[in-house]
Structure formats: structure tokens, C-alpha cells
């Protein structure tokens, strides 16, 4: 991907029933890609519907966004399961969402795992291969979203997938690349001006400050932003004027570079 072209996704599509969770409506201007909920820690039939709706409207690009079956904790606990369980988790809700997609005539960009899942995959190889081989089992041309150098970057490689590297607005890193839990103090990023800063350095020099006060070397492909973040929406506003102002180009990643 061009160093002058960033794609920004977020998690969008979490809420259920009357229950909404995040500020979908405000971040579709401001994003390019959607990873919608599957179901399991959130979204339900109707909301997948609705937010495919709303991203192909938006001219958004769509991607499932798994996670474990844990709805009362929005899928950020760590659940027992097998590799095999976690496969066929993956390719359960990775298959509901393709469903909409073909109803809705919108293509299916990438793949995301949700919270815990994620957080797991990157450091066992085991969870990373099950969720990666699910998504290579529905369809190989989908794009992987990996934290850079964790196992989860190396089993979408294994697996024969293009793998997209992430990076995160929102969230704080530790030395060693990986995120700052969110039980530790300082691990999410309130403040819009911080939060961007951070990122247009990111996308220009490839360094990232950590929390101890250290310089991480990493590549980005996409930029998340948690929905949920209660400055989500301020955040994204003070993103995307930092990224205009630099002249770095907001995009899918499966779309061609400007002309």
C-alpha cells in the first residue's frame, strides 16, 4: 500500500435488540472500512442487515468481525475453547455475515477477530491458525487484519492470505508491539489531538511512541478506532483533518491507489 493512502476501520453493527452500542451513524462519513459484528459478542440479524445497508450507502467497504460467543462481555473475556470450537466459530459468523452480503449485492473485503479472540490469536499460534484457516476455508481472496509481527500476522501468511497490518488509534503499546491490556491505566487514548498526532507519525515515519516512553518500529496498513471509545467520534474528526492536512489519502484497502 502506498505510504500516502491510509484505510480507517472500526468496529461497527455491536449492538442487539433495542440495545446500541457506539456512534455508527456518526463515524460512516469519517471511516473507510466497517468490520460488522457477527452476532456473537454482538450484532443480531436485523443490525448486520441494517449495517450492511448503511456501509454500502456510505461507501464504506465491509468486513466480518468474529469473536468469541460472549455477549455479556462484549467478547473481551478469554474464553476455554479448542482450536477446533474457535474454527468453527470463525466460519459460523464469518458465513451468517457473507450471507447479507450476497443479499445486499456487497462484496465481503476482509476479516477481523473481536477483542479477546484477537488478543489471543496474536500470541498463540494454535487460535491464530483456527481463525485464519476459517476465513481461508470461506473464501481465500479475503483480506486478514493482523497486529503487525504477533502470530496472527504469521498464520494469515501461512494460510495463504493477504494479510493487512493494523494499528490502532486508540490504544496504547507496549514495547514489545502488543496492547496495553485494558485493565492497566493509560491503556486507551481519550484525547483527539493525541490520538492523531500519534497516528500521522505513524503513517509518516513508521514509529509509534509506547507507554513506557519508548519508540516502536511498525507498519500500518489500517488504522482502528474502537466505536465504543467514548471519543470515538472526536477522535475520528481529528484524524481524518490531520490525515487531509498531510495529503495522506483516506481508503479501503482493497481499493487502487489515486491517480
Known amino acids: 500500500m502506498s505510504a ?3 484505510d480507517l476501520n472500526s468496529d461497527l453493527g455491536e449492538g442487539f435488540g433495542p440495545f446500541r452500542v457506539g456512534a455508527d451513524d456518526d463515524l460512516f ?3 473507510s472500512s466497517a468490520n460488522v459484528a457477527c452476532g456473537f459478542h454482538g450484532g443480531d440479524p436485523l443490525m448486520m442487515e441494517a449495517t450492511v445497508a448503511r456501509a454500502a450507502a456510505s461507501g464504506v467497504a465491509v468486513g466480518a468481525h468474529p469473536g468469541f460467543p460472549d455477549r ?4 473481551r473475556r478469554t474464553l476455554l475453547a479448542s482450536p477446533e470450537e474457535i474454527h468453527a466459530d470463525v466460519l459460523y459468523q464469518v458465513g451468517a455475515l457473507l450471507a447479507f452480503c450476497v443479499a445486499a449485492k456487497v462484496p465481503m473485503q476482509h476479516v477481523k477477530a473481536h477483542g479477546a479472540l484477537y488478543n489471543l490469536a496474536v500470541k ?6 483456527a481463525i485464519a484457516g476459517a476465513v481461508a476455508a470461506v473464501d481465500p481472496s479475503l483480506r486478514f487484519f493482523a497486529l503487525p509481527g504477533s502470530e496472527l500476522e504469521r498464520a494469515g501468511e501461512a494460510a495463504g492470505l493477504a494479510v493487512v497490518r493494523e494499528a490502532f488509534a486508540d490504544r496504547a503499546y507496549d514495547d514489545d508491539g502488543s496492547l496495553v491490556a485494558r485493565s492497566q491505566p493509560g491503556a486507551v487514548i481519550h484525547d483527539p489531538d493525541v490520538a492523531a498526532a500519534r497516528i500521522v507519525r505513524l503513517i509518516e515515519t513508521g514509529e509509534v511512541e509506547t507507554r513506557s516512553g519508548g519508540t516502536l518500529r511498525l507498519h500500518a496498513d489500517t488504522i482502528c478506532l474502537h466505536s465504543d471509545t467514548p471519543t470515538a467520534v472526536p477522535i475520528a474528526r481529528a484524524l481524518r483533518a490531520a490525515l487531509d492536512e498531510a495529503g495522506i489519502a483516506v481508503l479501503p484497502v482493497a481499493a487502487p491507489d489515486p491517480a
Open 29 to 31: 462519513p469519517l471511516i
Open 124 to 129: 498463540d499460534r494454535a487460535v491464530a491458525d
Open 72 to 75: 455479556g462481555g462484549f467478547g
Open 4 to 6: 500516502r493512502r491510509i
